[in-house]
């Protein structure tokens, strides 16, 4: 049973930035394709952005492109999203998901294939 700890939240100004950490334990994490989605209370989830089991392939929503950085450090279990120029309509409850994946070709699974890992980390950026 996978076991997460989600960090690196808080709060800032505009144009600041933050880095977020989601470690796993418990699981392959090698085989998993991982992504961080946004979702505030009462509304749907949205992808920000999504990276392959190996790191080689990414993807972003347009809304954070140039902006945000997704990584992962395999050896260590984190993944991480690098938050730069940070905007006040970033602000919302952020979350690590991972999608199992074969090991081979890098591809990035569809977002409903995604199941949120740990508790979520709260990002408010203020005017």
């Known amino acids: 049973q996978v076991q997460a700890v989600t960090s690196g939240g808080g709060s800032v100004q505009t144009g600041g930035s933050l880095r977020l950490s989601c470690t796993a334990s418990g699981v392959p994490f090698d085989a998993y394709a991982l992504a961080w989605f946004r979702q505030a209370p009462g509304k749907e989830r949205e992808g920000v952005a999504c990276?392959?089991?190996?790191?080689?392939?990414?993807y972003y929503v347009d809304s954070v492109k140039g902006r945000f950085t997704i990584s992962r450090d395999n050896p260590k279990n984190t993944l991480y999203l690098q938050m730069d120029s940070l905007k006040p309509e970033d602000t919302d409850m952020y979350y690590c998901a991972a999608a199992r994946v074969v090991q081979g070709p890098d591809l990035l699974p569809p977002p409903a294939d995604y199941v949120y890992w740990g508790q979520g980390t709260q990002v408010t950026v203020s005017p």
């Open positions: 990276i392959s089991w190996s790191g080689a392939e990414t």
